[in-house]
Every structure is written in structure tokens, then in C-alpha cells.
């Protein structure tokens, strides 16, 4: 059983960045691929970021326009999702989800394991 806590979520500025985090326990970190997603408020959960198991691949979805960037770093059990020029549209809540041996996957279904959600507001 795998747990996933994320963290560094805030009220920003549009034009900011910010770091979140996701620390993940009780399993094997470098087995599994990871996901971000997020969900605002009256909307549907969409994809964020995808990493494979072995860190070797990794997607944002094109809408991000390059401003999103996901990691991993196996030795401290913990996924990052940098978040760059953000904009009022990027406000939700925002998840990690792991995968055990994913590569990149968008669709939400195939994840094992999901955090609890950092909540990110854009304010202008």
C-alpha cells in the first residue's frame, strides 16, 4: 500500500511559480510512474503531468503550453510538479497518482494510488 501526501500548494499571483510536492510511502518510490492531475471547481478532474516508472519519459498535457514540468527523485521518495508563468486558469486542487511500473499515462483509471490534494489559487 502506497501513500502519497502533497504539499506546496498557496494563493499566488499570476506570473508566480511554485514547486508542489508529493511524498510518497509504504511502497517501492522507483517502481511506480507518476501522475498529476487537477480539478477546479465545477469541472472535471484533467490531466496535468505524467512521468514513467523509470523517470525516463515524461508528458504535460499541451494545453500548459511548457509551463509545467514533472520529476522524480527516487533517493527522497518524492514526485515534484513545477509550475511556471501560472495563470487565473490554473487554480483547482491538484493530485498525485502513482502507478505501479507506468510509463506515461494520461487516463486517471490506471493509477493505483492517489494523494489527498493541494488546493492552488491564481489570483491576478
Known amino acids: 500500500q502506497v501513500q502519497l501526501v502533497e504539499s506546496g500548494g498557496g494563493l499566488v499571483q499570476a506570473g508566480d511559480s511554485l514547486r508542489l510536492s508529493c511524498a510518497a510511502s509504504?511502497?517501492?518510490?522507483?517502481?511506480?510512474?507518476m501522475g498529476w492531475f487537477r480539478q477546479a471547481p465545477g469541472k472535471e478532474r484533467e490531466f496535468v503531468c505524467s512521468?514513467?516508472?523509470?523517470?525516463?519519459?515524461?508528458y504535460c498535457a499541451d494545453s500548459l503550453k511548457g509551463r509545467f514540468t514533472i520529476s522524480k527523485d527516487n533517493a527522497k521518495t518524492t514526485a515534484y510538479l513545477q509550475m511556471n508563468n501560472l495563470e487565473l486558469e490554473d487554480t483547482a486542487v491538484y493530485y498525485c497518482?502513482?502507478?505501479?511500473?507506468?510509463?506515461?499515462?494520461?487516463?486517471?483509471?490506471?493509477?493505483?494510488?492517489w494523494g489527498q490534494g493541494t488546493q492552488v489559487t491564481v489570483s491576478s
Open positions: 497518482a502513482a502507478r505501479l511500473l507506468g510509463v506515461v499515462t494520461t487516463d486517471a483509471r490506471l493509477y493505483n494510488y
Open positions: 509504504g511502497g517501492t518510490f522507483s517502481h511506480y510512474g
Open positions: 512521468l514513467s516508472y523509470n523517470g525516463g519519459a515524461t
